[in-house]
């Protein structure tokens, strides 16, 4: 049953009240918005226009086309807002641009980034001296221009190389990155419930991206159990997320990139070696050699795994492992591409179970990263008893010492070491290791050696006995709902 509330704008704040800063000055503007697809950059824009009463809007998405389809869908987008002029060019579209953005327009392209392909590049030359004309008459211009994309080092490109011909030219930037876990938990109060196990499994697969819960809000399962949210947004044959990840990043690749993202998908913090290794155990070595720069083009062009290193490594350690930056993209890949594409052949409830199971698997090491936001988001708000003075990450040596949260507080001379387990029960057990390695992190950072060592265990739940047998052991027990007091 969907909630009888209905969908309202949630979070994102700060970039909204920076944006209806923009729009009310009522000047020339080009405002460049990047971000991952789906992670709230139109709707961001609609409510601040209707926020700041612009009337005249004009939007449209850029298709990855050639020049005859990039016109055709625009004189698409003219006709559904209502303006009668036409164009039959690029050239015509940039001028187009001009005159309504002097008339107090704001015209919004999205998908930008395809005009770094070469079939279509000309168009930002043919717009830089529109831009050039309007921001010489700023202050007669009541109108804007807003570029949004979804690839960064296009957008890059683009927008902000020297030799690019719409270098400088940008007056805003916007970057939105996912909801935080506050805005989260606002959704779910209104339209569901903030328990622990609710909080984790969605954030595990949509992370801070508002469309997904929408999706799941307009199916009507935001509130429901594990499977049956599966089944009405992955497993029927109108799921709005079965075919997500194919249309939204995977038909972006081309190579052997899905193979890497296979592979660290189902072993998050492997290494640049284990990856070599893999890539060789199934292409041979000349496949191996290749890693680098598939590495290289994931993390850079498409932004799409991140090498991480532990807690006060210098930037070139060789101690850095790789993760894929997405929930939804790591959780597609590591329990849910397979049993999706195979609905047609097999019963649908066993393959639904089959990725219920991984994704249990996968919530083991998304807990880890859910602790370190809440950590950071509350020390932010001047929330909880641990302000942060360093990024909140873990720390792992070549002599098999990990710990999976190191917390640092310069000012009080605290460092407070964490042990995280989806499963409570299995918290005691990991308490000698961490102290363990909490002894040699010490050893091998002397500085920390005279400040007030804390040690906590998380879990989405953890009950009474569990608390009580913890603090026997010196260890604070801190589960979700701790975590998320004040948020």
């Known amino acids: 049953m969907v909630s009888n509330v209905p969908w309202a704008f949630y979070g994102r704040r700060s970039e909204l009240e920076q944006l209806q800063r923009i729009l009310e000055r009522r000047r020339w503007f080009f405002l460049q918005i990047s971000g991952r697809r789906r992670i709230g950059k139109t709707a961001l824009i609609q409510e601040a226009l209707r926020a700041a009463g612009v009337a005249k809007t004009l939007y449209i998405q850029i298709p990855d086309s050639d020049p005859s389809g990039v016109v055709a869908a625009c004189n698409g987008y003219l006709e559904t807002f209502g303006l009668d002029t036409r164009v039959s060019s690029l050239g015509e579209l940039a001028q187009l641009i001009g ?71 940008t007056t805003d930037t916007l970057e939105l990155g996912h909801l935080d876990i506050g805005s989260i938990l606002e959704m779910l109060r209104v339209h569901a419930d903030d328990d622990p196990a609710r909080l984790l499994f969605l954030w595990n697969l949509f992370e801070g991206v508002p469309k997904f819960y929408r999706d799941a809000y307009e199916q009507g399962v935001l509130h429901a159990d594990r499977k049956s949210l599966l089944r009405s947004l992955f497993f029927s044959s109108s799921s709005p997320l079965r075919n997500e990840a194919d249309n939204w990043f995977l038909r972006e690749l081309r190579g052997r990139y899905d193979m890497v993202l296979q592979y660290l998908a189902k072993h998050p913090g492997c290494n640049n070696a284990d990856i070599e290794a893999a890539m060789a155990n199934v292409s041979g070595p000349g496949e191996a050699r290749q890693v680098g720069g598939y590495l290289k083009i994931l993390t850079e062009r498409y932004r799409m795994i991140e090498r991480r290193l532990p807690i006060f490594a210098p930037a070139k350690a060789r101690s850095g492992r790789y993760y894929i930056r997405d929930n939804f993209l790591r959780a597609w890949l590591s329990a849910l591409q397979r049993p999706v594409s195979a609905v047609a052949f097999r019963p649908a409830e066993g393959l639904i179970d089959q990725a219920d199971e991984r994704l249990a698997d996968v919530e083991g090491f998304a807990l880890e990263d859910l602790a370190g936001q809440l950590y950071a988001e509350r020390s932010r708000l001047g929330v909880g008893d641990f302000p942060l003075s360093e990024r909140i990450r873990g720390y792992w040596d070549r002599a098999d010492v990990e710990i999976d949260l190191v917390a640092v507080n310069e000012d009080e001379q605290r460092i407070r070491f964490g042990t995280c387990r989806r499963n409570a029960d299995k918290l005691v057990g990991s308490i000698e290791p961490l102290m363990r390695s909490a002894e040699r992190f010490l050893v091998a950072h002397p500085r920390f050696q005279h400040w007030n060592a804390e040690y906590v265990a998380i879990a989405p739940k953890i009950d009474r006995a569990a608390r009580d047998e913890l603090k026997a052991h010196g260890v604070t027990a801190e589960d979700l709902f701790d975590l998320v007091t004040g948020l």
Do not use: W
């Open 99 to 169: 005159r309504l953005a002097a008339d107090g327009y704001v015209v919004a392209l999205d998908e930008f980034q395809y005009f770094h392909r070469k079939q279509i590049a000309d168009f930002c030359s043919l717009l830089q001296a529109v831009i050039d004309d309007l921001a010489g008459r700023a202050d007669q211009i009541g109108g804007g221009l807003i570029v949004l994309g979804s690839l960064h080092a296009e957008m890059t490109a683009l927008l902000e190389d020297r030799d690019a011909p719409l270098y400088n030219r």
